[in-house]
């Protein structure tokens, strides 16, 4: 399964549901959504709506009940290697990041490409590029308990592009986060958008990262349905890095 080559990829999701505990707890009722290749969309939603969920299936970290999830030419309900898509098309961001405490942020950031027919110099020059790209030059040998929430975050937003996907799928990427490290991390992702023209679906409840999108959606009911009003966009933060 190739990576990317430059541009994102479009995201096709018909009428998928899902439920948990044998059917008593539904999270998704009938979610249909299409975006369209590089395009920016936030979902947001309160906690327990579904969003998450959406978003494991999008990355092949679980199968919907019915319905089907085109990703380019991938049909995740019939995924063959789901390891390998999840490898080679998709990186993701979480709210926490996730990173191996005993590892430096250089070694942190080439864990995705370890098995991908690359050498070690390939790998670390790979990982000394983005953590350039993100600001952290200077960091590359710091340990993750050494470094800010915003420095870890931009590690793992690093680490989410090693192997140049596709699709970019973030979850409550600033939920862990002061409100102004959140606002320059929300920027990052948008120019990291804009540079590598890759899909981007970020899940959160922060209006400002919302407004960053192109198009903002809420789930409710375990439906996607656009936002009655878009939220207000930032200003922008100080300039100072996170």
Do not use: W
């Not at 200077?138 to 680490?159: K, Y």
Request: glycine share 10%; charged share 25%; proline share 7%.
């Amino acid at each position: 399964m190739s990576a990317n080559n430059g541009h994102g990829v479009a995201v096709v999701i018909e009428h998928v549901r899902k439920s948990f505990e044998g059917g008593l707890i539904r999270s998704l009722e009938d979610v249909t959504l299409s975006i369209e290749p590089g395009e920016f969309v936030s979902l947001m939603g309160p906690s327990g709506s579904g969003k998450s969920t959406l978003l494991n299936l999008i990355g092949a970290l679980d199968k919907p009940d019915s319905g089907s999830i085109r990703v380019g030419p991938h049909r995740i309900e019939n995924l063959r290697n789901p390891s390998e898509y999840r490898a080679g098309v998709v990186g993701f961001v979480f709210q926490l990041s996730n990173l191996i405490p005993t590892l430096s942020a250089l070694e942190n950031v080439q864990l995705p490409m370890l098995g991908r027919h690359n050498s070690r110099k390939e790998r670390e020059a790979r990982a000394q590029d983005l953590l350039e790209e993100v600001g952290l030059s200077h960091r590359l040998d710091a340990n993750p308990g050494t470094l800010s929430g915003g420095e870890r975050q931009r590690v793992a937003i690093a680490r989410a592009l090693a192997n140049r996907p596709c699709l970019l799928l973030a979850d409550e990427p600033t939920g862990a986060l002061d409100s102004v490290t959140g606002e320059r991390i929300m920027l990052l992702l948008q120019r990291l958008r804009e540079q590598h023209q890759m899909t981007t679906l970020v899940v959160t409840n922060d209006v400002g990262v919302a407004a960053a999108a192109d198009r903002a959606y809420r789930m409710r009911d375990g439906r996607v349905e656009p936002l009655d009003q878009p939220p207000t966009p930032y200003a922008g933060p100080p300039p100072e890095r996170a």
